[in-house]
C-alpha cells in the first residue's frame, strides 16, 4: 500500500510537471506570436507591450526608432513634421518582417527562447541619401514657386514661422520619398533567437538575436 502511494506520487508529480513544461511552451508561443503579429500590423503600442523594457535587439528596430527621433524628432521640426516621422515609423515597423515561422520553443538551462524563421526586410540595403538630396530640391522649388507667399509670413510672423511653413509643406513629401525607397527594398532570409521571460502572469520578449 506504501509502494503504491509513493508510486501515485511519483506519478502525480510527473504529469505535473509536463503539464507545466507544455503550459510554458505554449506561453512562449504566445509570447513570440504577439511580438511578430503586432510588427506585421505596424502597431508600435502593442509591439512595445510585448517587449520587456529594455529588451536587446539586433534586428535595430530600436536602433531605427531612436536614429529617426534623434533626426526627426525634435520640437523645433513642428507637429505636422513629428507626425509624418511617427507614421513612418510605424508603417516601415509594418513592412519589417514579410513572414515568420515558429520552428521551435524550449526551456533549457533556464532560459526561455524560441527559434523563429523570417523574411525580413534587408535594412543593409535602404540608402535614405537620395531622399535627403531631393528634400532640398524640393525645398528651392517649394520657395520658388510661393515666394511671395512665404515673405508675407514672413514680414508678418517672422523668419521663423517662415521656415516652419516650408517645413509643415515638405514634410509629407520627404517621407512619402523614404517610404517609396523602404518599399522598393529587397527581403532576406534569416533565422532569429527570441528570449521570453515570465513578469507575473505575462510572458515578454527580453531579446531578439540573429543566428
Known amino acids: 500500500m506504501k509502494k503504491l502511494a509513493t508510486l501515485t506520487l511519483v506519478l502525480a508529480l510527473c504529469v505535473s510537471m509536463t503539464g507545466c513544461g507544455k503550459n510554458n511552451k505554449e506561453a ?111 525645398g528651392q522649388t517649394y520657395a520658388l514657386e510661393h515666394m511671395d507667399e512665404l515673405l508675407e509670413v514672413m514680414q508678418n510672423e517672422g523668419e521663423a514661422a517662415m521656415q516652419q511653413k516650408l517645413t509643415d509643406a515638405l514634410a509629407p513629401q520627404l517621407f512619402d520619398k523614404m517610404e517609396e525607397i523602404v518599399a522598393a527594398a529587397p527581403y532576406v532570409d534569416s533565422t532569429l533567437k527570441v528570449t521570453v521571460v515570465e513578469h507575473g502572469d505575462k510572458w515578454l520578449i527580453s531579446g531578439v538575436y540573429e543566428q
Open 28 to 138: 512562449i508561443k504566445n509570447a513570440v506570436d504577439s511580438y511578430f503579429t503586432a510588427m506585421q500590423a505596424g502597431d508600435v503600442q502593442a509591439l512595445s507591450a510585448a517587449c520587456e523594457e529594455g529588451y536587446s535587439d539586433e534586428m535595430g528596430l530600436v536602433e531605427f526608432e531612436k536614429t529617426l527621433d534623434e533626426s526627426f524628432g525634435a520640437d523645433e521640426m513642428g507637429e505636422v513634421f513629428q507626425t509624418e516621422a511617427k507614421d513612418f515609423f510605424k508603417n516601415v515597423v509594418g513592412k519589417v518582417i514579410k513572414e515568420y515561422t515558429l520552428v521551435s520553443a524550449e526551456e533549457k538551462n533556464g532560459e526561455a527562447y524560441a527559434v523563429v524563421n523570417i523574411k525580413q526586410l534587408d535594412f543593409d540595403s535602404i540608402d535614405f541619401s537620395t531622399a535627403s538630396e531631393e528634400f532640398a530640391l524640393l
